[in-house]
């Protein structure tokens, strides 16, 4: 059952979340680039990898584009469990679009020392996320996130259902 009283933040934690990741992101992408830092690079690959993290931050910007324009702020308000569009994909389409711009930018930089930090950015992300928006969503749709939750991964889409 649903309680009306209560309903999520629009913008839940994501400025808490996402901004340090993307700080350390842009900052470690400039280090990288001006050799500040070590680095360990797949000449053979340079190309493909660049192409790769593109693609990446090129899906990332649908994900993020589909959810705000996905009208879901007058849902929340609403109390409406968002699940179609963009979020019958991913759970938190908009995180998954900064994670994504994030391993686009490190798979652009050619770093393998790097390539870890995507990892890292998802766990963090996840934990988060866990304990603190998706127990408020929990606590506001009870059974109906929870089979939601089952079906629509938080940010990397099912391949097979």
């Known amino acids: 059952m649903i309680d009306n009283n209560k309903h999520m933040s629009v ?3 994501g400025p808490l979340m996402v901004t340090p990741v993307m700080v350390t ?3 470690i992408f400039v280090l990288n680039f001006y050799n500040f830092i ?3 690079e797949i000449i053979s690959l340079n190309w493909l ?3 790769l993290g593109f693609l990446i931050i090129i899906n990332g910007a649908v994900y993020w584009i589909s959810a ?3 009208s879901i702020y007058h849902k929340i308000k609403s109390t409406i469990l968002v699940t179609t569009g963009v979020y019958g994909i991913v759970r938190h389409p908009i995180y998954a679009a900064f994670l ?3 391993t686009g930018l490190i798979l652009i930089s050619n770093n393998i020392y790097l390539f870890v930090l995507p990892i890292v950015y998802w766990v963090f992300f996840s934990v988060v996320l866990k304990n603190t928006e998706e127990k408020m969503l929990i606590s506001v749709y009870g059974q109906d996130y929870l089979d ?8 990397i889409p099912k391949m097979v259902k």
């Open 11 to 13: 913008f839940g934690i």
């Open 68 to 70: 705000v324009t996905s």
């Open 148 to 155: 939601y939750s089952k079906n629509v991964n938080r940010f």
């Open 38 to 40: 070590p680095k360990y």
């Open 25 to 27: 992101v842009i900052l």
């Open 49 to 51: 990898l660049m192409i």
């Open 100 to 102: 994504y711009f994030a």
